[in-house]
């Protein structure tokens, strides 16, 4: 049961991505990627990641998704403009990456594979692990305390960057 | 304290295999370097970015289930928190940009790519999109990347 | 009209069967989670979102009853008793109505667009325990479980994530519509709710602090052991009902779909059936909303004890509270005029996210130090900020509003205005 819904929200997610980068369409995109945030916060459930899964849908889904779609629409390509895209930049060499990247990495995790690096079905099923949200805050607030107040100071630092990107004169 | 809820669906241990886990991310990376790669519309890189973030999030999450270690997922919304800067800033260079250029497509930004010198930015605000470079100019054609492959 | 206390004679054998009924499906021989305990799932996910269903039929008929009233008419009265039976027709003209789908619009996001409205804010339900608790074997351990279709450890987080999935379906048929009108409440609407959400997700972080757990039952449990959240925080609770109002896109934030200027908004594109799931959505999401209000800071079902008469008195309980503040929505929609847009965002980020922030690290900074005197001073601190700030606005108004100079009989007039 776990299995197969691993693989059809894997299948769902890895679908959906591609259908996101292949539409002409920014709206469309958009929205094919918010079905494989969908997918991949189905695998974090699997995964008994809870938390994570949650956040997953709060912070990609309803906030970082919702601000590319106020752009796009707040750009207002004009069809001719979306559509004039004449062809893709460096399409062989894009594919070329693609390709390479997929089978370097398909080695490399068979290999991995066959050395026995990943636990095997008998070593799996005594695994444990609490992913509730009181695990994470006692990690996020206790070992890694100082990389949180970190991150404070970059979203910090992301919004004056917005705001001042933004805006039209500064006066 | 697992939940009464989720228990029919996840049984104790680990029943999904690792290696599809990693598997699965890497071909969600494969994917957004391919939407890096291939395509030029400003707006769809950035999501192209999200999609290589999220399948780095993935294999975050699986190792930190297999090695049972809560760290893994601390990473996780450390890189959301990292994804949602990214936006923020991404999407006001997106604003900015198409304020001087009218134009969403990244190869009209190249002022600094090479010795072209288009219209000042700031004289022509707005009104029609200014098509100030061909795209058949054979100035995209990376004269190195073909010894690479 | 049968009197209250017989309603409530016939009710409960008839729920008690229907708890039976509960009872057989959700435990499996051995204690453990069986078929017959997702079965059980399946029959109360049924029940919920048919109620939602129908509730939202008759807040329809709510709303047009309750605006005649406070203007003084009658409002529609000739379908069935009260014009109960206006929803229904209303449902039947809305289904033999041409299904318009403009040329210029995208096919695809247009029809899934509404559908994108309703989903979430139906869902939203699942985690909301309506009533009492009743134990069951789960694993082999008896355990109080909440009546809802889904008791989540993370609840609230979840709650947060799909009220913030609402904003699509708007957005979307917005955009989709592909006609100005519609774009403008489209992008309207996903500002606004962007914006808006900050407040909710911050207004619900004390509580989650207080209450040391993010499972709505255990909220509701909490408060039924010390005192309702809204004596303890009382802006909070303000701040989450005006979020709510805002999320919902009801009056006195309803500029995604101000009539007076963008036609409709971003279902000015619509007709029909579609149209029809754009205002079940709003609806539902009104419902929820005020279920979720009453759960995090009005004691859910409990009332001081009354709910120990049983279950089904907490069933009562729970919807006379949502009853209350669905009227409260048609209430507010004729008593406050439309804000401006800017007033909207000014509101949001300029007074509700810093009047949050601030909220979150005094709850904190109290529950760390351990000092409950906060959590007394805290609310007579709000309480007393917000009538001195009423009061020097009211003083404001009364020096900039003079009677004209020389217009008899208007003396003393600046009141009124």
């Given at each position: 049961?776990?299995?197969a ?8 997610a890895l679908?959906?991505?591609l259908l996101s980068?292949t ?12 079905l494989?945030?969908?997918?991949l916060?189905g ?12 956040v ?5 889904a309803?906030a970082?998704?919702?601000l590319f779609?106020?752009?796009i629409?707040l ?7 979306l ?10 060499f894009?594919?070329a990456?693609a390709?390479l ?5 398909a ?8 050395a ?16 509730s949200?009181k695990?994470?805050?006692?990690s996020?607030?206790?070992t890694?305390v100082?990389a ?9 630092g992301a919004?004056l960057?917005a705001v ?5 004169r500064?006066? | 304290?697992t939940?009464?809820?989720l228990?029919?669906v996840?049984a104790s ?11 699965l991310g890497l071909?969600?990376?494969a994917?957004g370097l391919?939407?890096?790669?291939c395509?030029?519309n ?5 999501l192209?970015?999200?999609i290589?973030l999220n399948a780095s999030?993935?294999v ?5 289930r297999?090695?049972?270690e ?10 959301m928190v990292?994804?949602?800067a ?9 604003i900015?940009?198409?304020r001087?250029?009218?134009?969403a497509?990244?190869d ?8 072209d010198y ?6 022509k605000?707005?009104?029609?999109p200014?098509h100030?470079h ?11 990347a073909?010894?690479?492959? | ?5 017989d ?9 008690g ?8 499906f959700?435990r ?7 078929f ?14 048919h ?5 939202s ?11 005649a009233?406070?203007q003084?008419r ?10 109960l039976l ?22 695809l ?12 804010a139906?869902i939203?339900f ?10 069951m074997?789960?694993a ?5 479980v909440?009546?809802?279709?889904a008791?989540?450890?993370?609840g609230?987080?979840?709650i947060?994530?799909?009220?913030g999935l609402?904003?699509?379906?708007i957005?979307?048929g917005g955009w989709?519509g592909?006609s ?10 996903s500002a606004?709710?962007?914006s808006?959400?900050?407040s909710?997700g ?6 989650v602090l207080i209450?040391?757990?993010?499972n709505l ?8 052991d010390?005192?309702?959240l809204?004596?303890s925080q ?6 989450f009902?005006?979020a709510?109002y ?16 963008l ?6 594109e ?14 539902v999401?009104m419902?929820?909303g ?14 001081f ?7 089904w008195m ?14 409260a ?5 004729w008593?406050?005029?439309?804000f401006r847009y800017?007033q909207?965002m ?12 601030v ?6 900074g109290a529950?760390?130090l ?6 007394w001073?805290l609310p007579?601190?709000?309480i007393?900020?917000a009538l001195?700030a ?9 020096h900039?509003?003079k009677?004209l100079p020389?217009a ?5 007039g600046?009141?009124?205005?």
């Open positions: 049961m776990t299995v819904l691993f693989l059809i929200f894997g299948a769902t679908a959906s991505a980068v539409r002409k369409n920014p709206v469309a995109s958009a929205m094919w990627l918010v494989m945030f969908f997918g916060a695998n974090y459930v699997l995964l008994e990641a809870y938390f994570v899964a949650a997953q849908i709060l912070v990609y309803g970082i998704m919702v779609l106020f752009v629409m750009l207002d390509l004009r069809r001719e403009q559509e004039s895209e004449p062809q893709p930049r460096l399409p062989f894009g594919v990456a390709v990247f997929i089978a370097v990495a080695i490399a995790l068979l290999d991995a594979v066959d026995g690096v990943f636990p095997d079905a008998a070593a799996r099923s005594t695994l444990e692990l609490d992913g949200a695990a994470i805050g006692e996020l607030f206790g890694w100082l949180f107040e970190v991150t404070g100071f970059l979203l910090l919004i960057g001042i990107l933004t805006k039209r500064l006066t | 304290m939940s009464a809820f228990s029919p996840v241990g680990l029943a999904i295999p690792l290696e599809w886990v990693v598997g071909a969600l990376f994917v391919l939407g890096v790669a395509r030029r400003i707006l769809i890189m950035l192209s970015v999200e290589m999030n993935l975050l999450v699986g190792f930190s297999v090695h049972s809560i760290s893994g997922q601390v990473f996780v919304f450390f890189s990292v994804a949602a990214e936006v923020a800033v991404g999407l006001a260079i997106v900015a940009l198409y001087l250029r009218r134009s497509d990244v009209d930004a190249h002022d600094l790519h090479d010795v288009g219209p000042v930015p700031g004289l605000l707005e009104g029609e200014h100030h061909d795209h058949d100019e054979p100035e995209a054609q990376p004269v190195g073909t010894g690479e492959a | 009209m049968i009197p209250l206390v309603l409530a004679v016939i009710a409960a054998p008839v729920l069967l229907l708890a039976d009924v509960w009872e057989f959700s499996g021989p051995d204690g453990a989670v069986t017959g305990w997702v079965l059980g799932r399946i029959i109360v996910v049924l029940i919920i979102v109620v939602l269903l129908i509730l039929a008759l807040m329809v008929w709510a709303e047009r009853r309750v605006s009233w406070m003084d009658l409002g529609p009265n000739r379908v069935g008793p009260e014009g206006q929803p229904l027709a209303d449902l039947g003209k809305f289904m033999f109505k041409e299904d318009v789908i403009p040329g210029h619009t995208n096919k996001m247009y029809t899934i667009a509404p559908l994108i409205t309703v989903v979430p139906m939203t699942a985690v909301i325990p309506f009533t009492g608790t009743f134990e074997n789960t082999g351990e008896e355990a109080a909440s009546w809802q279709a008791d989540l450890n993370i609230v987080l979840y947060l994530a799909i009220t609402g904003v699509y379906g957005t979307l989709a592909n100005k009108y519609s774009l403008l409440g489209g992008v309207r609407a606004q709710m962007i808006y959400e900050l909710l911050l207004a619900v972080v004390p509580v209450c040391g757990s993010l039952g255990e909220i509701v449990a909490h408060q039924a010390s005192t309702w809204v004596f009382p802006l909070a609770a303000f701040i009902l005006v709510i805002a999320e919902t896109n009801r009056l006195p934030f309803d500029m995604p779909e101000a009539e007076t200027e036609v409709a908004g971003y279902h000015t619509y007709s029909s059936m579609k149209f029809a799931l754009f205002f079940m959505g709003e609806y999401a419902v929820t005020s279920a979720l209000l009453v759960t995090l800071f009005l004691g859910g079902w409990t009332f004890g009354l709910e120990q008469l049983g279950w907490g069933l009562l309980i729970f919807s006379a509270k949502v009853l209350f503040f669905l009227f929505f048609i209430w507010v929609r008593t406050i005029p439309r800017d909207l000014k509101l949001g980020w300029v007074v509700f996210l810093p009047l949050t922030l909220n979150v690290v005094l709850t904190a529950i760390a351990d000092a409950n005197w906060i959590y001073v007579l601190l709000v007393g900020s001195g009423a009061y020097i606005g009211w003083k404001q108004d009364e900039k509003i009677p020389d008899p009989g208007v003396a003393g600046g009141e009124e205005a």
